[in-house]
């Protein structure tokens, strides 16, 4: 079978091309075929969207040569902490605080607004002589082929290539096409994002406050601007989502306190609706799925991208041993290696969010106070909260090279 290229990768977002950065240097030919128009997303105004980049996503960032280009537009954390709120009565004292100190490894991770590392993907992409781009054009249709998988796009093309990868989102057409069912749930919650200017210095420090209806993190952004991450109950949010913005604040503004001074917009405001969807498998033959496709979580830890890059990293390596040892990447066996890797640890992490959610946004005095000791256990031992912190910052485990800054 002749291969357009070794492997297409349906979806540009940001595991994508993270992936496609990631087996060209390796030597791997990626086509990547992304929906949206190029560089709608690399643009110079700020939006507020941001991520929080653990700091192994931090690493292979680095492994795959963009990390240089936007450290100086990223916000490093130096600590986080969690507490209860209440609207109207601020946030109680922090009953959970991570400190970069205690890693040994300064950040606890790092923000980054979505337009910069999306930029930098796409700017690293168009001069990789190993990867082409196919934009505002989608995958409609795969069949599994002796020695390779056939995609047909929407503007009717047919490419062959001996591995497709989908990182097309919750509702991954790649995994549907491949049999590949889901299960999971709607959490009747939607997050309202945003970003405010305020008064006072962040000091590098994310906030994590627990409210009945759900969680609002507070992530500090360059300068005295923070990310807002607001997840309220299906019915309130949609009702806050309709105020201008002079009301979104005023009812913003009792959650959030006023530790940080006077607050105000910084720019446009975005919702998404929350739930849990989970692939009951990651693989299929001549097909991977990684980052939403494969798993789409609760927003509560900020672990969904951290979750996608760790797929990433886990392919890319299994992907090129095989190229090493002159397997076919595609084969049944290779795959079955990055799904046996994967699948456990992101359906573990996203369950334990789902739990964390479900056990927090809630006003039920006996789920809060067995919460709240189990969490104080956690604080005052020291061996593990360096655990928890561990495993924020995606370095527990079996971490993928990438992850660890190594190339491959």
């Avoid at 082409?132 to 020695?147: M, R, Y």
């Avoid at 990182?167 to 057409?173: E, N, Q």
């Avoid at 609002?216 to 105020?243: C, K, Q």
């Amino acid at each position: 079978m002749k291969h357009d290229s070794d492997v297409i990768v349906a979806g540009g977002g940001l595991n994508g091309p993270a992936l496609a950065l990631a087996l060209a240097q390796s030597g791997l030919s990626v086509t990547v075929v992304d929906a949206a128009p190029a560089r709608r997303r690399a643009t110079d105004s700020f939006d507020g969207r941001a991520y929080a980049l653990a700091l192994a996503s931090q690493k292979l960032l680095g492994a795959i040569g963009v990390w240089t280009g936007i450290a100086s537009d990223a916000q490093p954390m130096m600590e986080v902490k969690a507490a209860d709120g209440h609207a109207g009565e601020g946030a109680a004292p922090f009953f959970l605080h991570f400190d970069s100190r205690e890693l040994d490894q300064s950040p606890v991770g790092y923000m980054l607004e979505d337009r910069f590392l999306y930029r930098a993907f796409l700017d690293a992409m168009e001069t990789s002589p190993k990867i082409t781009l196919i934009h505002e054009t989608q995958v409609t249709a795969q069949e599994v082929e002796p020695g390779g998988i056939a995609v047909t796009l929407s503007d009717g093309r047919v490419l062959r290539a001996k591995l497709l990868v989908g990182a097309d989102g919750r509702r991954s057409g790649v995994a549907e096409r491949a049999g590949i069912t889901r299960e999971g749930w709607d959490y009747g919650q939607i997050a309202l994002v945003t970003a405010i200017d305020h008064e006072r210095p962040h000091n590098g420090i994310a906030h994590q406050f627990f409210m009945p209806s759900g969680p609002l993190a507070i992530l500090p952004l360059p300068g005295n601007r923070s990310s807002i991450v607001w997840s309220e109950t299906a019915e309130n949010a949609r009702t806050i989502a309709a105020l201008d913005d002079e009301d979104f604040l005023a009812v913003l503004r009792p959650r959030f306190g006023d530790f940080l001074g006077k607050i105000k917009l910084a720019g446009p405001r975005f919702s998404y609706p929350l739930n849990l969807t989970l692939a009951k498998a990651y693989a299929a033959p001549r097909v991977a799925l990684v980052g939403d496709a494969a798993h789409g979580v609760h927003p509560i830890a900020g672990q969904g991208l951290n979750l996608g890059l760790r797929d990433v990293a886990a392919l890319a390596e299994v992907l090129v041993e095989a190229m090493r040892r002159g397997e076919d990447i595609g084969a049944v066996d290779v795959l079955e290696r990055y799904q046996g890797w994967r699948r456990f640890d992101s359906t573990s992490l996203a369950l334990g969010m789902d739990t964390v959610n479900k056990l927090f946004s809630n006003d039920n005095p006996i789920l809060r106070a067995g919460r709240d000791i189990g969490i104080g256990i956690v604080q005052a031992i020291p061996a593990l909260r360096q655990g928890f912190m561990r495993q924020a910052a995606g370095l527990s485990g079996p971490v993928p090279r990438l992850m660890q800054g190594r190339p491959l």
